[in-house]
């Protein structure tokens, strides 16, 4: 097993989390709660799914099943969330209980077996589940955000600018990181410039 897993799954798992939260940051709040038609979902809906279902699958996660029976799935599909403090509790809540299940594991733990409406799951099979969970529903968040934000200012490499990054990566020499560093690390320094 490869040692590093949970702290590169973590950096994956924080960096999506950023990319939310650099979308929510470029909208106004009436965006937030903007549904393209009945069979779309708003921003908010989505945090409200993603709130809903990480509080279910990261409580509890190595002694009990991932779908609590207080959890009501359908209800995370409806308007519950009223305003953009609102929203941002939730989504600090569900992340918060993820990353903190995370970093409270240990490599032998990834072997075990927990259970998702009663189908097991190795843990590194559930981690990976969400992974791709969580992520897919970002991507919508980021999406329905560039269709949104009057000033779209893109998360990853600008249109038109590629081949200077790919010059820019070229130009130094070989090494090791996790590709998140460059978006996490340069966030975490703006933060604590900030404080």
Known sequence: ?????????????????LLGEKTIAQLPDDALFRQFNEASNSIAIIVNHLHGN??????????????????NRDSEFEDHISSRDELLGRWEEGWGILLHTLRSLKEEDLLKTVYIRNQGHTVLEAINR???????????????????????????IPKGQSAQYNNNKFAQLPHQEHFTSEFLDNTA????EKE
Do not use: C
């Open 54 to 71: 990480m509080l279910s699958r990261w409580t509890g996660f190595l002694t009990t099943d991932g779908e609590k029976e207080w959890r």
């Open 130 to 156: 969400q992974l791709a969970h969580y992520p897919y529903h970002i991507g919508q968040i980021v999406y329905l955000g560039k269709m949104y934000a009057e000033k779209w200012t893109s998360l990853s």
């Open 189 to 192: 320094g703006s933060k604590n």
């Open 1 to 17: 097993m490869n040692p590093n897993y949970l702290e590169s799954v973590i950096r994956q798992f924080e960096y999506y989390k």
